[in-house]
């Protein structure tokens, strides 16, 4: 029985680990907890000059990578059953349910555009899955990959603080966080709200529900709306 894989192919595999080389994730990745395969996409091209982009058909601005050089990419990834995963802005938006249904299979497999994008031909053959991490613009499909492996690896059995993360982690219910509070007590004339400080448990837990509710009504009505069943 293998680790969860991310297998990443990328045009610049030196930005993986990157970021998850670091802290949580670094940590499990020495210790096999999980692993990581970058493929250089750049290996595929046919030609010296090593080609893997070019100009639109059609004419319009940037480069367009090339159907052939990705599909040989695509052709040389063995991730069992890992989905495959295109990063793109006209994908299904991640959330955390994905996360965790991700995080629960055998890995990913990640393909990273640059430039305009992939000839649409490779993606239509391939049927990857197409995933957006939110509406905005990226340079490239890169920091995507590293933010979906981020959210999957820190949900990992025995990767540390895994077992909290599935149990009470407030967006795993549909809920922004409540606000945290550490030492000192009081500053810059402002105090740790008193409730923190009792020591009542129960009353604590009330607390950090109704805040966490409270924030998502004013601040993201679109998630509280679609928390099933649990509204007022
Ligand atoms: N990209 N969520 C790759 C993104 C993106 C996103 C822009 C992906 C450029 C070539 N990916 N193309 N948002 O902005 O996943």
Same mark, same amino acid.
């Given at each position: 029985?293998? +680790? ?5 192919? $990328?045009?610049?595999?030196?930005? #993986?680990?990157?970021?998850?080389? /670091?802290?949580?994730?670094? *940590? ?13 996409? %750049?290996? #595929?091209? =046919?030609? *010296? !000059?090593? @080609?893997?982009?070019? $100009?639109? #058909?059609?004419? =319009? ?11 040989? +990419?695509?052709?040389?990834?063995? =991730? ?10 006209? =994908? ?21 555009? %640059? ?11 391939? @049927? ?12 490239? &499909?890169e920091p995507a990959a ?14 540390? &603080?895994?077992? %909290? ?5 407030? #967006? ?7 606000? /945290?509070? $550490?030492?000192? +007590? ?13 020591? !009542? !448990?129960e009353r604590i837990r009330?607390?950090? $529900? ?15 709306s679609r928390r099933a069943? *649990?509204?007022?």
């Amino acid at each position: 029985m293998s +680790a969860w894989t991310a297998h990443v192919l $990328t045009l610049f595999p030196e930005m #993986f680990p990157g970021s998850l080389g /670091h802290s949580l994730a670094g *940590k499990a990745l020495e210790q096999g907890l999980w692993a990581l395969e970058t493929v250089d996409i %750049r290996e #595929f091209a =046919g030609d *010296k !000059h090593r @080609t893997v982009d070019d $100009t639109p #058909f059609g004419g =319009g601005p940037g480069m367009v990578m090339r159907p052939d050089v990705v599909d040989e +990419a695509l052709a040389v990834v063995d =991730g069992g059953d890992a989905p495959v995963i295109y990063l793109t802005p006209r =994908g299904e938006p991640l959330g955390q349910q994905l996360v965790q249904n991700l995080a629960m299979g055998s890995g990913v497999v990640l393909l990273c555009g %640059r430039y305009e994008g992939i000839d649409q031909r490779v993606i239509d053959l391939r @049927t990857p899955r197409e995933v957006s991490i939110g509406d905005f613009v990226l340079s490239g &499909g890169e920091p995507a990959a590293l933010a979906l492996i981020d959210a999957c690896v820190r949900l990992l059995p025995s990767v540390l &603080g895994s077992e %909290r993360s599935l149990e009470e982690e407030s #967006f795993a219910d549909g809920l922004l966080e409540y606000p /945290h509070y $550490t030492r000192p +007590a009081e500053w810059r004339g402002q105090a740790v709200p008193e409730v923190l400080l009792s020591g !009542h !448990h129960e009353r604590i837990r009330a607390w950090r $529900t109704e805040q966490a509710e409270q924030l998502t009504k004013e601040r993201r009505p679109d998630l509280w709306s679609r928390r099933a069943g *649990k509204n007022d």
